[in-house]
């Protein structure tokens, strides 16, 4: 088993930044990736990074594309997203992921096999 815990979640205002972390214990993978999804209060979860562990490709929402950045630290088991000028639009609970197959796309949720609980972000206009 893996567990998630996310952190680094608040109320800011728009154009601030924020940077979430996600811890990952237990059961490890040197294989598959990690991504970032979000949800809205009424909407579906939606993706909005993911990186892969070993190569460290990453891949983007377009939506947050030259905004937010995904890193990993290996050595800490440790995902971060770096979100830069937020948006109102942004806001949601924000959820990490954990999956031990490299598939060619990280975008669907559903080939993820570990979630976090979540963390909160708040963007005020």
């Known amino acids: 088993q893996v567990q998630l815990v996310e952190s680094g979640g608040g109320l800011v205002q728009a154009g601030g930044s924020l940077r979430l972390s996600c811890a990952a214990s237990?059961?490890?993978?040197?294989?598959?990736?990690m991504g970032w999804f979000r949800q809205a209060p009424g909407k579906e979860r939606e993706f909005v990074a993911g990186i892969r562990r070993s190569a460290g490709t990453t891949d983007y929402a377009g939506s947050v594309k030259g905004r937010f950045t995904i890193s990993r630290d290996n050595a800490k088991n440790t995902v971060y997203l770096q979100m830069n000028s937020l948006k109102p639009e942004d806001t949601g609970v924000y959820y990490c992921?954990?999956?031990?197959?490299?598939?060619?796309?990280?975008?669907?949720?559903?080939?993820?096999?570990?979630w976090g609980q979540g963390t909160q972000v708040t963007v005020s206009s």
């Open positions: 992921a954990a999956t031990s197959i490299t598939f060619a796309t990280m975008t669907n949720p559903q080939r993820y096999d570990y």
């Open positions: 237990g059961r490890t993978f040197s294989s598959g990736a």
